[in-house]
């Protein structure tokens, strides 16, 4: 997670009704696919948006109006989009389900859209049917939106003999952009029958480009810095119990059991510094998850409520897994100076048909689960998304259980910036009463209320570090502090 941003969160009193919080893990959907499932194919506009509170959840409702029709509505018509959460304070709803595509009005999107039993739509394969329209370097581009998003996919190695499997590889969300005008001539050929390679493709652009502009200011949801979530159960020695569905997770023996127990175990005091308790509570027969709260934590291996929508496909790939917080209380607290709601309930759902992706694969599937159960527990990531630094930057921040994007499969485990981050949250001595209202880069901040974590300042010397971190002098200006503040770095 962000541990800078910690010191930063607005002490915002609000009452609402839910604040939930969910991340998912996807397989990337080629975009013939895109086209070649979806029921509609519109370039539209934003024309109103509206939060509701639906059987089954929040959900925004975006009503489009039509610009371009390649498959469904004519221009001009108007068509309902629902996205799975929103915010609307004012009527108590507050709900965050990362990875979903937001639009604001006014924005022009690119929609690949599944019909939904009530005549509107939803986006295919959850946020990967979106597409933003922005301007880059002098042209139309396409986005796509979603960011709290990291893809699994299998890489084949170089060489291997017939046994031996391509190993799993988890990177971030592709926000490779692309041409308007040469994306839509693609798609409008493929709707003819024209099946021929993609052209529109952008390369990267340049520092002063990379930057791409909105057509109009991007809608800002409530997330991570402005309220913090966490269990209160730990602080006095309870335990947050999980339940699994009795079904299991198909492909392996017990049905993953051994794979979530590993993943639980993760986050363990001897392993993650604090009073994380994560318990069994047995298999249930309950299918509610992310649609009525029902008083348990539960990992479904099957998603019995279409939450994710398309099953997963093993020849075009999909969503993989969402999971996250389900129901918090209402009221916000001030804990350690810090906005703070207690989670009360939280969810993991693996998608269907998911078994030929994973073929057994226990240190992959106890990876991913350990991962979810970070945020279960509030943590965002440590690198890899538009709210977080980039993992290139630091190793550190880039051998995270929590990061956004992983090259490498190596099962249920945290590492020195995922034990800072629980410490941070969980931690009642982390962080000493005197240095609540002290914030990072003050004068011996690292000293008196460190250890610092990375892009956290001011430290005297290396001692002053989290882990492997080091004391680097006078660089605070790459860190948003004054240019001679010594910032905790990766070596």
Same mark, same amino acid.
């Given at each position: 997670?962000?541990?800078?941003?910690?010191?930063?969160?607005?002490?915002?009193?609000?009452?609402?009704?839910?604040?939930?919080?969910?991340?998912?893990?996807?397989?990337?959907?080629?975009?013939?696919?895109?086209?070649?499932?979806?029921?509609?194919?519109?370039?539209?506009?934003?024309?109103? @948006?509206?939060? *509701?509170? !639906?059987?089954?959840?929040?959900? /925004? %409702?975006?009503? $489009?109006?039509?610009?371009?029709?390649?498959? +469904?509505?004519?221009?001009?018509?108007?068509?309902?989009?629902?996205?799975?959460?929103?915010?609307?304070?004012?009527?108590?709803?507050?709900?965050? @389900?990362?990875? *979903?595509? !937001?639009?604001?009005?006014?924005? /022009? %999107?690119?929609? $690949?859209?599944?019909?939904?039993?009530?005549? +509107?739509?939803?986006?295919?394969?959850?946020?990967?049917?979106?597409?933003?329209?922005?301007?880059?370097?002098?042209?139309?581009?396409?986005?796509?939106?979603?960011?709290?998003?990291?893809?699994?996919?299998?890489?084949?190695?170089?060489?291997?003999?017939?046994?031996?499997?391509?190993?799993?590889?988890?990177?971030?969300?592709?926000?490779?952009?692309?041409?308007?005008?040469?994306?839509?001539?693609?798609?409008?050929?493929?709707?003819?029958?024209?099946?021929?390679?993609?052209?529109?493709?952008?390369?990267?652009?340049?520092?002063?480009?990379?930057?791409?502009?909105?057509?109009?200011?991007?809608?800002?949801?409530?997330?991570?810095?402005?309220?913090?979530?966490?269990?209160?159960?730990?602080?006095?020695?309870?335990?947050?119990?999980?339940?699994?569905?009795?079904?299991?997770?198909?492909?392996?023996?017990?049905?993953?059991?051994?794979?979530?127990?590993?993943?639980?175990?993760?986050?363990?005091?001897?392993?993650?510094?604090?009073?994380?308790?994560?318990?069994?509570?047995?298999?249930?027969?309950?299918?509610?998850?992310?649609?009525?709260?029902?008083?348990?934590?539960?990992?479904?291996?099957?998603?019995?409520?279409?939450?994710?929508?398309?099953?997963?496909?093993?020849?075009?790939?999909?969503?993989?897994?969402?999971?996250?917080?389900?129901?918090?209380?209402?009221?916000?607290?001030?804990?350690?100076?810090?906005?703070?709601?207690?989670?009360?309930?939280?969810?993991?759902?693996?998608?269907?048909?998911?078994?030929?992706?994973?073929?057994?694969?226990?240190?992959?599937?106890?990876?991913?689960?350990?991962?979810?159960?970070?945020?279960?527990?509030?943590?965002?990531?440590?690198?890899?998304?538009?709210?977080?630094?980039?993992?290139?930057?630091?190793?550190?921040?880039?051998?995270?259980?929590?990061?956004?994007?992983?090259?490498?499969?190596?099962?249920?485990?945290?590492?020195?910036?995922?034990?800072?981050?629980?410490?941070?949250?969980?931690?009642?001595?982390?962080?000493?009463?005197?240095?609540?209202?002290?914030?990072?880069?003050?004068?011996?901040?690292?000293?008196?209320?460190?250890?610092?974590?990375?892009?956290?300042?001011?430290?005297?010397?290396?001692?002053?570090?989290?882990?492997?971190?080091?004391?680097?002098?006078?660089?605070?200006?790459?860190?948003?502090?004054?240019?001679?503040?010594?910032?905790?770095?990766?070596?």
């Amino acid at each position: 997670m962000s541990h800078r941003s910690l010191a930063f969160i607005c002490f915002t009193c609000l009452l609402v009704a839910a604040v939930e919080a969910r991340a998912l893990t996807y397989v990337p959907v080629s975009d013939g696919d895109l086209v070649d499932r979806s029921d509609v194919i519109v370039r539209a506009e934003v024309a109103s @948006v509206r939060v *509701t509170d !639906e059987t089954g959840g929040v959900t /925004t %409702a975006y009503r $489009f109006a039509v610009l371009e029709s390649f498959k +469904g509505p004519d221009p001009g018509a108007e068509l309902t989009v629902h996205v799975p959460g929103g915010i609307d304070l004012d009527d108590g709803l507050a709900v965050k @389900v990362f990875g *979903t595509p !937001e639009f604001s009005t006014g924005q /022009t %999107a690119l929609l $690949f859209l599944a019909a939904r039993p009530d005549h +509107g739509y939803r986006v295919l394969h959850v946020f990967q049917g979106a597409f933003l329209e922005r301007i880059a370097a002098g042209r139309r581009v396409f986005e796509r939106p979603g960011v709290e998003a990291f893809a699994v996919e299998r890489v084949a190695p170089l060489t291997r003999s017939r046994t031996e499997r391509a190993p799993l590889r988890i990177r971030p969300a592709e926000r490779v952009p692309r041409d308007g005008a040469l994306f839509e001539r693609w798609i409008a050929d493929r709707l003819a029958g024209a099946h021929r390679a993609g052209d529109y493709l952008m390369p990267e652009l340049p520092a002063s480009e990379s930057r791409l502009q909105p057509l109009v200011s991007e809608f800002t949801y409530l997330i991570g810095d402005d309220l913090l979530i966490r269990w209160f159960d730990f602080d006095d020695g309870d335990k947050v119990g999980w339940h699994r569905h009795q079904d299991g997770q198909e492909g392996f023996s017990k049905g993953g059991s051994k794979e979530f127990k590993k993943a639980r175990n993760a986050w363990k005091k001897r392993h993650s510094g604090v009073p994380i308790k994560l318990s069994n509570r047995g298999a249930t027969s309950s299918t509610t998850g992310f649609t009525v709260s029902d008083a348990r934590n539960t990992l479904l291996h099957r998603d019995f409520n279409d939450s994710i929508g398309e099953d997963f496909d093993c020849e075009e790939g999909g969503v993989l897994a969402i999971g996250g917080l389900s129901a918090t209380d209402l009221i916000p607290v001030i804990w350690k100076g810090l906005a703070t709601v207690a989670a009360r309930e939280a969810e993991i759902v693996m998608n269907d048909a998911i078994d030929c992706f994973l073929e057994g694969d226990k240190k992959a599937v106890a990876q991913i689960y350990a991962h979810e159960l970070g945020h279960t527990l509030g943590l965002g990531h440590s690198c890899g998304d538009s709210s977080s630094p980039k993992c290139s930057k630091s190793e550190f921040l880039a051998d995270a259980l929590m990061v956004a994007s992983l090259d490498w499969i190596f099962g249920a485990e945290l590492h020195d910036d995922d034990v800072l981050a629980a410490r941070q949250l969980y931690d009642e001595d982390f962080w000493a009463a005197a240095c609540e209202k002290r914030v990072p880069g003050a004068k011996s901040f690292c000293s008196k209320c460190g250890p610092c974590g990375e892009g956290q300042g001011n430290c005297r010397n290396d001692s002053d570090c989290f882990g492997s971190l080091v004391c680097a002098k006078d660089v605070g200006a790459g860190f948003g502090f004054d240019a001679n503040t010594d910032v905790c770095t990766a070596p």
